[in-house]
């Protein structure tokens, strides 16, 4: 991206950079503090699972598909798994289906708490980082006890589910929910009442309803913004069928309602989980399922922490999928970074990208927008750092 | 699931309609019709965009437009010999996954404002389309 001005400058982050977690590419135009023009380039972390799947069996392909995120990894299984449980018309026991909605709602917690733990950090609130990232230990250990894994659970199969919540972990879960209740409130009250915070959150990145329909976000990203999206809602599968769960909704549309709506969501998950703990049908966990399954289209679309996440899945009646499509929610939420960066003091873009959760394994694919500067490839790059070592092959 | 009126206006540009499963409805359109019936959801503000598929048939390559609104899902479905219209200025954030379809599956798409890779390295052979059936990694 370049730029006439001479007041402007351009910056370039990433992909490799100290400030940033995953690898990306940001390029910020500013004039002086303020941003002139955005432009993100994705695709480090792509690593091609769309075409590795074709080559799988169905079973394969469920651990494979888990991988794609090691924060919501569940979620991404689970979709899987309700997309091809319907192809193979394989209706799962009751009580996988909680489990599984149940596993799904853990993993929202702890991915709720590590945003909240970044987006402190990111904010210099690093005090606010330490006790969410220590609080969300209790739901790992949770989920150490229940399937033996901290991320990458494993708790699907095709037909069910691996994993049984005995009373004595459902005690314990009980247990963690009274302690993350208590200290969520306190968070709530932290981030709307915490002057330093405030003055980092509140006003910045304001998005309008408009903006968030006409940008396709999604996730909790959009219901900061009075866009009423939540798939547990208006498609509930599993055991969202059974027992309801309201969405959290703000209007505000700054980066202050993103942190209300994923707090206040935090909230409203506890409850929920303790409703499924005191309503688990009693029943088998899993069900024959078949190895072949005859051809077939069908689209899944579930509520991942991040948003909406749709799957499409094509069989052609032999033991491996013709077509996995997989849109992840940090995609539709990428594009309005772009779009709402412009303006911001350059202090504030870290917090903006933030606000979105951003997963770029999870997603790994957005937009590059670059002008007439030449782009290096990557044998380029090689052969400059052979050459600039001194070691030119 | 859509309104007598709106499938009316649709049924212009469909060839066929298809209900595969509850809540989603497949309308074949020919792929020189695409822009107008997407035109026709936008014009009415039905839904959004949530993803772009793009099929390999063996003798053909078909390309999804999956729709959302609410609970439903319209998927356009068209076939293509020489390409497909862009969609990206009535669907601004559509520009990512036509450039997803372009590099992975070799398919035109006339006037996206980006025609750049997405996805693949930069020293990605120009002629190899990893999501086609044919190619072999």
């Known amino acids: ?393 | 699931m859509l309104t007598a009126e709106l499938r009316e206006q649709l049924e212009h540009f469909v060839t066929d309609w298809e209900t595969p499963e509850d809540n989603r409805l497949d309308a074949r359109v020919e792929a020189i019709n695409l822009l107008a019936a997407i035109k026709v959801l936008h014009d009415v503000n039905w839904g959004y965009l949530a993803a772009i598929t793009g099929l390999d048939l063996g003798d053909h390559l078909e390309v999804l437009y999956h729709f959302c609104r609410a609970e439903k899902t319209l998927t356009l479905r068209a076939h293509t010999a020489d390409g497909v219209p862009s969609v990206c200025h009535l669907v601004p954030y559509a520009s990512v996954f036509e450039r997803e379809l372009m590099e992975m599956f070799g398919v035109e798409v006339y006037g996206t404002p980006d025609p750049s890779r997405l996805f693949l390295p930069d020293d990605w052979p120009e002629d190899s389309y990893p999501l086609r059936k044919d190619a072999t990694l």
């Open chain 1, 1 to 393: 991206m370049s730029t006439n001005n001479p007041e402007h400058l351009t910056i370039p982050i990433g992909p490799q950079h100290p400030a940033l977690k995953e690898p990306g590419h940001f390029e910020l135009v500013v004039d002086g503090e303020i941003v002139q023009r955005a432009s993100v380039r994705l695709g480090y972390a792509h690593r091609g699972i769309e075409k590795a799947v074709e080559s799988r069996n169905w079973v394969q392909n469920l651990y494979l598909l888990e991988r794609i995120c090691g924060i919501c990894s569940h979620i991404h299984a689970t979709a899987y798994c309700l997309g091809v449980e319907k192809l193979a018309d394989v209706e799962v026991p009751p009580r996988a289906q909680t489990i599984r909605v149940l596993i799904a709602e853990l993993e929202r917690i702890h991915s709720h708490l590590l945003w909240l733990g970044v987006a402190a950090h990111e904010a210099g609130f690093d005090t606010l980082f330490m006790y969410s990232w220590r609080d969300r230990e209790t739901i790992m250990d949770v989920l150490e006890q229940l399937t033996g894994n901290r991320v990458n659970y494993s708790a699907n199969v095709l037909g069910g589910v691996k994993f049984d919540i005995e009373p004595e972990l459902a005690e314990t879960i009980q247990q963690g929910l009274d302690f993350l209740e208590k200290r969520t409130r306190h968070y709530l009250n932290v981030v709307t009442t915490d002057n330093l915070f405030v003055q980092r959150t509140r006003g910045i990145g304001v998005m309008s309803f408009e903006q968030a329909t006409a940008l396709g976000v999604t996730g909790p990203t959009a219901r900061a913004s009075g866009f009423e999206q939540d798939l547990r809602v208006i498609l509930p599968y599993g055991s969202y069928r059974d027992f309801a769960i309201t969405p959290v909704v703000e209007t505000a549309g700054d980066l202050a309602a993103r942190f209300v709506v994923r707090v206040k969501e935090l909230l409203i998950t506890y409850d929920y989980i303790r409703t499924l703990l005191d309503n688990l049908p009693d029943g088998d966990l899993t069900t024959r399922f078949p190895r072949r399954i005859k051809p077939g289209e069908t689209i899944v679309r579930v509520e991942a922490p991040r948003g909406e996440l749709f799957y499409f899945i094509k069989s052609n009646g032999t033991d491996q999928p013709e077509r996995i499509k997989v849109r992840t929610p940090t995609l539709c939420n990428m594009a309005s970074i772009i779009h709402l960066a412009i303006g911001l003091h350059l202090a504030d873009v870290p917090m903006l990208l933030i606000g979105i959760d951003p997963c770029f394994s999870c997603n790994d694919r957005a937009i590059s927008i670059r002008g007439d500067q030449e782009e290096w490839s990557w044998s380029k790059l090689r052969q400059f750092a052979f050459e600039h070592y001194g070691q030119a092959r």
